[in-house]
Structures are given as C-alpha cells and as structure tokens.
C-alpha cells in the first residue's frame, strides 16, 4: 500500500504492474529531456538578442523538428501498444473471482467452487482496533493463492464502481447488466489495498478492497472451510 509521503508509485505486486512502472519511468525520462531542451532554448532566446535580417527559410531545422518528434513517439507508442495487449491477455486462469459493486460494499464469489460467496464491508471507524488501518481494512478479505493465473469478473447491482487495486496494476469498471474481465498474477504474499475509483454515490470513499495474498496450500484450506 501507499505510505505516507510516498510521491512514487506502490510497490508491484504483479508482474503487469512491474512492466507499468518501467514504462512510466521510461516516459517520464522522455518528457524529461524534452523540457530540459525545450527549457535551455528558451533560456537562450530571451538572454541573447540574436537576429539575422537574412534569414529566410531554413529546410533542415524543419525537416529535424518534424522528424525528431515522430521518432519520440515510436519510442512511446511501441512499448505502450505491448503492455497494452499485455493487459488484456486472460492465460488459462485457475481461479476465477466474481466481484459485485454495490452500495456501499464488494460482493465475491469463488465461481469454481460450492457456496462460497461473501460481503465485503469496510470496518467502521468505532469499532477499529490498532492494527487496522482507517478507512482502508474490511470485515472480509479476499483470499488468493500466489503465483497463480487469477481471472476477475466484474459487476454492480445499482451504479458505476471500479475495483482497483493499484499494486496490480488493476483497475476495471463494474457496470449494471455487464461483465467485465481482467486477469492478473500475484508474485508475492502479502495484503493489498484499493478502493472504488468510481464516484458512485455519498459513501464512495468507504467501499475499500483488500485482497490477501496466500500460498496455494493456504488458499485450499480456507476455501475448504468455507465451503465445507
């Protein structure tokens, strides 16, 4: 999860969420070489009092500022167009989780197994112990084992949600009377955090997710006491 003054991205969980923060320092070490340049130019234009009463065309520089930003973009776009495709690849998911978006709270149902189908409340601010953390820790979490192809169905029952969970690198729209689907993989134990990123009525900022990152055995024995 974020902490407090973290100016970065969260740590990655996943390895989409890996490849997006490499393309976003790759990105950001663009724009910033193009406004240092852009910056240094400036600085010249309005320190120096050049002029040439002769100038009248120059074809090279034209032809250098309309290829050079061409070329810029190529750089962005092939990276970007791969994670793009990337992110929507579903490889063969073991386990598949259903998400419902309601008002206020998540619904998940664990599609391959018998009964096991849960709510998902934020815990209130009077009844939070120490160990939680406000406004962000729920009644339940969702379990998943790690290293594992997980598929996510997404919906609501009333308006627009969005589940998302940023270090997965995961952010879908859950839309009444449609399913939307992503997958992603978790590469390392742990709790991880979200929260609705849909303005969705009064109580938007208190429908938090937490999903829980488990190993495989682990995984099994919960998911059979649930459904036993």
Known sequence: MTTW?????????????????????HALMIIVMILA???YMMIM????????????????????WTIAPAII??????????LLYLMDEINSPAVTL????????????????MKVE???YMIPQNESEMKNFRLLDVDNRAALPMNTFIRIIITATDVLHSW??????????????RLNQTSFLINRPGVLYGQCSEICGANHSFMPIVIESISTNKFINWISKLSG
């Open 37 to 39: 340049i852009v910056t």
């Open 118 to 120: 849960f709510d998902s």
């Open 5 to 25: 003054a973290n100016m970065n991205l969260q740590d990655s969980a996943s390895p989409i969420m890996e490849q997006l923060i490499y393309f976003h320092d």
């Open 73 to 82: 973009l190529i750089f962005i776009a092939i990276p970007s167009l791969r």
């Open 164 to 177: 998302t969970v940023p270090s997965l690198g995961v952010k879908a729209d859950a839309t009444p009377g």
């Open 98 to 113: 259903k998400t419902i978006g309601h008002q206020w709270y998540w619904s998940y149902e664990y599609s391959d197994f």
């Open 45 to 64: 234009l309005i320190m120096n009092d050049f002029n040439n009463r002769f100038l009248l065309e120059g074809q090279l520089i034209e032809v250098a």
